[in-house]
């Protein structure tokens, strides 16, 4: 089926202009489809191999983006369309309009960092009264730091590819840091913490800004909706825009730009925050431990790299 083809089965008329593949994102098959009169959209081809149930994201992602819209009608959010059946997905694909802005996922500018806190502190506050029964679990136990922590030390034990031996000292490390990294998930297990609608890939790539006021403009890529404590999107968050180095004044821009717009924390998720850094970064080191052991299947030969950032980042953590 042609491209023409596609955007018509989701009632979009005029003719294309022209097409361009996005090469940014890892998962999904993104192009960018312009027409005749100067339309915009985007087409993508969703990875069922990657996101096992396309169906029910979709139906979390219309939820949520129904629910902005209707309570938040001035903030930008993402919308998709959908066939003459109703459906968001035909084939795996799907078609969403096309929000003009930018990502800076490795910058210093700080009023971008700060908008950047403030937008997704905006996202979460937004879905505080959103029910979060109402999502499907496509992503069960992801932040479930115990379970990734279980799993690792299951594949030291196989050690197929007899690589153990040789990440002795970062298997040592992360043995230390296992207690401290599960904070969040035993926190929100003696309900420490609220249970709240997560973004779930809350990094800095996944935010548009006005190029030229770096304002807010939509967050994005929202296959990942998943319930649990909004400390992991803000964990994380932080973790992808520091890169392999803690820069204070970075953190504090963003810190202050969340908590403007995050009115809704509690005392107990206020003095997790810098903690949740922390967990968040062990928790994707043990992802690649585990790979790496694993013959590098998943993120491939970035694994042992990427080990070693992470901890010697989280050294970095503990100091603050």
């Known amino acids: 089926m042609s491209f023409g083809n596609i955007i018509q089965k989701f009632g979009i008329s005029g003719k294309m202009k022209s097409y361009r593949l996005i090469t940014k994102?890892?998962?999904?098959?993104?192009?960018?489809?312009?027409?005749?009169?100067?339309?915009?959209?985007?087409?993508?081809?969703?990875?069922?191999?990657?996101?096992q149930c396309p169906e029910q994201i979709m139906q979390n992602i219309v939820k949520v983006t129904d629910y902005l819209r209707k309570h938040y009608p001035h903030v930008q959010?993402?919308?998709f369309y959908q066939t003459k059946n109703g459906k968001s997905l035909l084939d795996n694909w799907r078609i969403m309009d096309?929000?003009?802005?930018?990502?800076?996922?490795?910058t210093d500018n700080l009023k971008a960092v700060e908008s950047m806190g403030y937008a997704f502190g905006e996202f979460h506050q937004m879905l505080t009264d959103f029910l979060v029964s109402e999502l499907y679990h496509?992503?069960?136990?992801?932040?479930?730091?115990?379970?990734?922590?279980?799993?690792?030390?299951?594949?030291?034990?196989?050690?197929?590819?007899?690589?153990?031996?040789?990440?002795?000292?970062?298997?040592q490390q992360l043995h230390e840091y296992e207690n401290p990294a599960c904070l969040l998930v035993d926190g929100l297990e003696m309900k420490k913490f609220p249970m709240r609608v997560l973004h779930g890939?809350?990094?800095?790539?996944?935010?548009?800004?006005?190029?030229?006021?770096?304002?807010?403009?939509?967050?994005?890529?929202?296959?990942?909706l998943m319930m649990g404590t909004v400390l992991t999107d803000y964990g994380d968050a932080v973790r992808s825009l520091m890169g392999t180095e803690f820069h204070i004044e970075k953190y504090q821009?963003?810190?202050?730009?969340?908590?403007?717009?995050?009115?809704?924390?509690?005392?107990?998720?206020?003095?997790?925050?810098?903690?949740?850094?922390?967990?968040?970064?062990?928790?994707l080191a043990v992802r690649y431990a585990e790979d790496y052991l694993n013959n590098d299947i998943y993120f491939h030969a970035d694994s042992l790299k990427r080990l070693r950032e992470l901890l010697s980042f989280a050294g970095e953590l503990i100091a603050v």
């Open 138 to 171: 496509t992503f069960p136990e992801f932040h479930n730091t115990r379970k990734r922590f279980s799993s690792l030390w299951k594949a030291v034990e196989r050690n197929h590819f007899s690589r153990a031996s040789l990440i002795a000292d970062e298997l």
């Open 201 to 224: 890939d809350m990094k800095c790539s996944n935010i548009l800004l006005n190029p030229n006021s770096f304002e807010p403009v939509a967050v994005i890529d929202l296959d990942t």
């Open 98 to 106: 096309k929000i003009q802005g930018v990502t800076l996922a490795n």
């Open 77 to 79: 959010t993402l919308h």
């Open 25 to 51: 994102g890892h998962i999904n098959q993104t192009y960018l489809i312009k027409m005749e009169d100067g339309r915009a959209y985007i087409l993508q081809r969703v990875n069922s191999h990657a996101l």
């Open 253 to 283: 821009a963003f810190e202050r730009g969340y908590l403007q717009s995050a009115l809704f924390l509690t005392e107990n998720e206020k003095e997790y925050l810098i903690p949740s850094v922390f967990c968040m970064t062990i928790e």
